[in-house]
């Protein structure tokens, strides 16, 4: 895992932007910019050379899954790993979400040891 | 009602009634008397039969709002149960992140202890008064510290991120209490719905019905607060590692 790479961290809610953000900074990651929805994230994405994507499913403005949606469509970000932080449980939405193209998705309340994982495996793939 | 309408009889019916009065021709002024209550009847049948349309009507779409036996059924008592949520993940949190202090609080005041032990022979050392015999004390006693206190640093990293992960509470209550709030606000739409179409009938034609709730199932649910009874949502980590394995992750 390349420690310097620059990561963009999506959640309405600022406490869990914190969260999220110590944890990968725990991990050794250190290059991490937020943005509060869809509509924020994705310009940010357009313009700026990001590595990789965490985000949160319900926020107000765009939700997580269209944000997946718009990036797996954009022809310069398709390929951008994201990883799903996200209360959302129903079996349809994982399906979705998977359908979609997420690299990964972890249910709220989540530990520290399993976005770790979570993390590893989808490096460990993209090789 | 205009003013004009308010006065009983008008000023040629008052003189013609002056007049039959004085011809002493009762049967004609009481006639003229009784024509006269009789426009200011039908007026007052009118508006009454016209109010008793209006409320026949109001009580009708009142009785057609599905929404609001929707609300007192179903949204209330569910509102009830995310605000049991609420008290109960705030409380979770509250006890995660107190019993990581406490467990916290000896760790320190151990490491605390140990330093102040070997502290006065430390500065013996950096004096240069220390002899062999405390020399030899002050190295296993250092020896000790030193695996203690990388082992005690790692157990205060594991608690502090324990109280961290604790704070996810915030989110997760945050969105179960913004549809409290959602629904709150539905209850008073309805409530002031419901005095408009008392107070002014005109307003109910113009009043669209509350929709009925969002059934797409990849629509956002925010955090489940019943997976116990629920068939159709995964019960944690393990359940969505499972669910996405079977689908070739």
């Known amino acids: ?127 | 009602m205009s003013i004009k309408a308010n006065v009983p009889i008008s000023l040629e019916e008052a003189k013609q009634l002056v007049t039959y009065l004085e011809q002493g021709d009762s049967a004609s002024a009481n006639a003229l008397l009784e024509a006269a209550s009789m426009k200011e009847s039908i007026e007052l049948f009118a508006e009454v039969g016209k109010l008793t349309r209006q409320l026949h009507d109001a009580l009708n779409s009142f009785q057609l709002d599905e929404r609001i036996v929707d609300l007192a059924n179903d949204d209330i008592p569910d509102a009830q149960s995310r605000l049991t949520y609420v008290i109960e993940e705030t409380e979770k949190a509250a006890n995660t992140t107190m019993d990581a202090v406490e467990a916290s609080m000896p760790i320190a005041e151990g490491l605390t202890e140990q330093i102040d032990t070997i502290m006065p022979e430390w500065k013996k050392l950096m004096t240069r008064q220390i002899e062999l015999g405390e020399f030899k004390v002050l190295c296993n006693e250092l020896d000790t510290f030193l695996s203690d206190a990388s082992q005690k640093s790692n157990k205060l990293t594991s608690l502090l991120t324990e109280v961290l992960m604790a704070q996810g509470y915030q989110d997760l209550t945050g969105q179960v209490i913004r549809r409290v709030i959602d629904l709150v606000k539905e209850v008073e739409d309805s409530l002031v719905n419901m005095l408009t179409m008392f107070g002014e009938p005109g307003e109910i034609a113009n009043t669209p019905k509350q929709s009925r709730k969002q059934t797409d199932k990849v629509e956002a649910e925010g955090p489940i607060i019943d997976a116990d009874q629920r068939d159709d949502v995964v019960k944690g980590q393990d359940d969505v590692d499972d669910l996405l394995s079977s689908l070739g992750f």
């Open chain 1, 1 to 127: 895992m390349n420690k310097s790479m620059k990561i963009l961290v999506v959640d309405d809610f600022s406490t869990m932007r914190r969260i999220i953000k110590n944890l990968l900074k725990d991990l050794g990651f250190s290059n991490i910019q937020e943005a509060d929805d869809g509509n924020t994230a994705l310009p940010m994405l357009q313009q700026g050379d990001f590595d990789f994507v965490v985000t949160d499913w319900n926020m107000p403005g765009m939700q997580g899954i269209d944000l997946l949606r718009a990036i797996r469509s954009d022809a310069k970000l398709k390929h951008l790993p994201v990883l799903m932080v996200t209360a959302e449980a129903k079996k349809e939405q994982i399906v979705a979400a998977a359908q979609a193209g997420v690299n990964g998705y972890v249910v709220k309340p989540f530990t520290a040891a399993t976005l770790k994982e979570k993390l590893e495996k989808i490096f460990e793939r993209l090789g």
